[in-house]
């Protein structure tokens, strides 16, 4: 099963893929992952993309450029060998970061995602959802901020608007978990909804 969790800033994805992956190891072989990254071309590409500012669509080429690397040579072989796939972000946040939030073209989205990904797509996504302050705030916190995260907040309630829009297209797919609760609910959340 190829799981993905997504959401904005400081949402605590990481944490949560991380005791997710923990917790399906006691049935099998996991591979817990994210993006942009999981492969080493992609986690070359991921130095390139948080380090500066691209022309939008050189930008969304990027990230699929290391979803593709990431594709082929991380997910699809971890899911042919039975294992789950834990992966922390994916196709979507490209949907909620460069076409929701940087106004990029939706149709070029669509075109990546149909001739890239060959199939490869999540069973289940979790939005591990927050208003965009608090969760800015708990990025904040962390301490290191990334050039994403230092874009102003009209950007990141866009991003938070996207997913939620992805989330109401696809309901089969999606799950919206209140990730402004403690750590231990939201984990709870995320297996009951498995
Ligand atoms: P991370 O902080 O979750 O590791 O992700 C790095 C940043 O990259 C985060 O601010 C969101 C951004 N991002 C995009 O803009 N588009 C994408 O497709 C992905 C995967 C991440």
Redesign the pocket.
């Known amino acids: 099963m190829f799981i993905t969790l997504e959401g904005g800033?400081g949402a605590g994805?990481?944490t949560q893929a991380r005791r997710l992956a923990a917790h399906l190891a006691q049935r099998g072989a996991v591979l817990l992952t994210?993006?942009?990254g999981g492969a080493p071309g992609a986690e070359a590409t991921r130095g390139l993309?948080?380090s500066r500012a691209w022309d939008p669509r050189a930008e969304m080429l990027l990230?699929f450029a290391a979803r593709r690397e990431h594709v082929a040579r991380s997910i699809r072989p971890a899911l042919a060998a039975g294992a789950a796939v834990v992966c922390?972000?994916?196709a979507d946040?490209?949907y909620a970061?460069?076409v929701g939030g940087q106004g990029g073209d939706a149709a070029l989205w669509r075109m990546l995602v149909d001739g890239t990904l060959e199939g490869v797509w999540p069973a289940r996504t979790f939005l591990l959802d927050m208003p965009v302050e608090a969760g800015l705030a708990r990025a904040a916190a962390r301490g290191e901020t990334?050039r994403?995260?230092a874009l102003d907040i009209g950007f990141h309630q866009r991003v938070r608007e996207a997913f939620h829009m992805q989330a109401a297209r696809e309901p089969a797919r999606w799950r919206v978990i209140d990730a402004a609760q403690p750590l231990d609910a939201v984990t709870a959340a995320m297996l009951a909804a498995l």
């Open positions: 800033e994805k990481s994210r993006e942009p993309l948080l990230h922390d972000r994916f946040s490209t970061y460069q990334n994403y995260e």
